[in-house]
């Protein structure tokens, strides 16, 4: 079945560093999706990537999508200690006409201050 | 409408007892999905409604486990005979018909089965 792979599952960066996580399908997607899930709090949809080579920007955050749709990335430049969380990818998964989306395996993010 | 609402916050079951979840999406919002979520993995799909209907169920999803949305409301989830390895976050998200829109999740129920 389909699966949504992440790198790297965790990462610790010194504030003001920068951070990219990568998020790669065994399938080409239609579309693909980031959330943001802060410690103890629930997913929040930052971004939706459609087209491919697709590039979108958000203040420090910059997502990609790839030129075969079959990765994307989001990277975030000098990190602060906001960033804090885990970063999910989540991709549309078709059976039969219906659409669920499946999840990424994470990036955790560590900012030290 | 303040968004997806989850009751209870937290559940403590003893092992075989019965729960059930509530989950009331946002009211325009016509899917609504079930997920899962233990610690330092990402959310794993269990099922999801169109409107009152359950259009796929996990494969992962025991028979222990049933979820209804009647009138395309609120949705329960119910988990029977529970077991120490149903311990998890169950998170409910719903997002509007279109497929490729974003999901807006509840705060999520945590469930601890001793």
């Known amino acids: 079945g389909q699966q949504v792979m992440q790198i790297p599952q965790y990462q610790h960066v010194q504030e003001g560093e920068d951070f990219t996580t990568y998020c790669n399908s065994s399938t080409t997607l239609s579309n693909i999706q980031w959330y943001k899930q802060r410690p103890g709090g629930h997913p929040v949809f930052l971004i939706q990537l459609v087209k491919s080579g697709e590039v979108k920007k958000q203040k420090r955050l910059t997502f990609q999508f790839g030129e075969a749709k079959k990765n994307s990335s989001l990277h975030i430049t000098a990190t602060q200690t906001t960033d804090v969380g885990t970063y999910f990818c989540a991709a549309p998964h078709s059976t039969s006409g219906t659409y669920k989306y499946i999840f990424g395996t994470g990036t955790r993010l560590k900012v030290l201050a | 409408d303040t968004g997806v609402s989850q009751n209870p916050r937290h559940k403590i079951t003893k092992r075989g007892q019965n729960v059930t979840f509530r989950c009331d999406p946002i009211?325009?919002?016509?899917?609504l999905y079930w997920y899962r979520q233990t610690l330092g993995q990402g959310p794993e799909f269990l099922t999801y409604f169109q409107n009152e209907a359950q259009l796929e169920k996990s494969r992962l999803l025991s028979d222990r486990f049933s979820a209804e949305r009647p009138k395309g409301s609120f949705s329960t989830l119910e988990i029977q005979r529970t077991e120490q390895g149903d311990s998890a976050m169950y998170l409910c998200a719903s997002s509007y018909l279109n497929p490729s829109t974003e999901a807006f999740f509840g705060q999520g129920t945590r469930l601890t089965v001793v």
């Open positions: 009211s325009e919002h016509n899917r």
